[in-house]
C-alpha cells in the first residue's frame, strides 16, 4: 500500500476506506426502507441546516421584535425559547417547521407516520441543546432524531 492510498483514506473518512475495502454501506435510509431519492427520501444535510437557519433567523426576528429589550440584549435567550415553541408545535401539528416547509422537509416516525406528541417533545428538548444535532449516524440522522425514532424526509 503506498503512501498516496494511505493519505486518502484518511482524508476521504471511515466509510470511504470501508468501501474501498469491499463493505456495501447502501444508500442513505435503505435500513429504515426509505427510497434512495424522491418524495420519502432521507432529507440531505444542506437543505437540513438551511431550514435550521430559516427557522433560527424567524425565531430571532420575532424575539427582537417582541420580546427584547431597547437594547436586544435579551433577544438571543428568548429566541431559543421562542425555537423550542416553534418545533414543538409546528413538527407536532403538521409535521414540519416553517423553514422545513420551505425548503420541502417533513419530520416524520421511523414507520413513515406523524410524530407522536411525547417524541416531538423529546425531539424539540434536543434540537434546543444543539449536541445531538451535529452528531449523525449512517443514515444522516442526527441523535434527537435516533432518541425520538424520527426521520426527516424529503415531501
Known amino acids: 500500500m503506498d503512501k498516496r492510498q494511505v493519505m486518502g483514506s484518511w482524508l476521504s473518512g471511515p466509510r470511504a476506506a470501508a468501501e474501498d475495502m469491499g463493505i456495501?454501506?447502501?444508500?442513505?435510509?435503505?435500513?429504515?426502507?426509505?427510497?434512495?431519492?424522491?418524495?420519502?427520501?432521507?432529507?440531505?444535510?444542506?437543505?437540513?441546516?438551511a431550514a435550521v437557519f430559516v427557522d433560527w433567523a424567524l425565531c430571532m426576528l420575532i424575539a427582537y421584535a417582541f420580546l427584547a429589550d431597547g437594547k436586544g440584549q435579551q433577544a438571543g435567550?428568548?429566541?431559543?425559547?421562542?425555537?423550542?415553541?416553534?418545533?414543538?408545535?409546528?413538527?407536532?401539528?403538521?409535521g414540519c417547521t416553517p423553514g422545513k416547509r420551505l425548503l420541502g422537509l417533513r419530520v416524520v416516525g421511523e414507520g413513515g407516520g406523524r410524530l407522536p406528541a411525547l417524541r416531538v417533545a423529546l425531539r424539540s428538548v434536543l434540537i434546543v441543546l444543539f449536541v445531538p444535532a451535529i452528531i449523525w449516524d449512517r443514515d444522516g440522522r442526527g441523535l434527537h432524531d435516533r432518541f425520538a425514532k424520527s426521520v426527516q424526509v424529503r415531501i
Open 24 to 49: 456495501d454501506f447502501g444508500y442513505r435510509g435503505e435500513r429504515l426502507g426509505l427510497p434512495e431519492s424522491g418524495p420519502g427520501s432521507i432529507a440531505r444535510p444542506g437543505r437540513r441546516i
Open 77 to 94: 435567550n428568548w429566541a431559543l425559547l421562542i425555537f423550542f415553541v416553534l418545533s414543538l408545535v409546528t413538527v407536532g401539528t403538521v
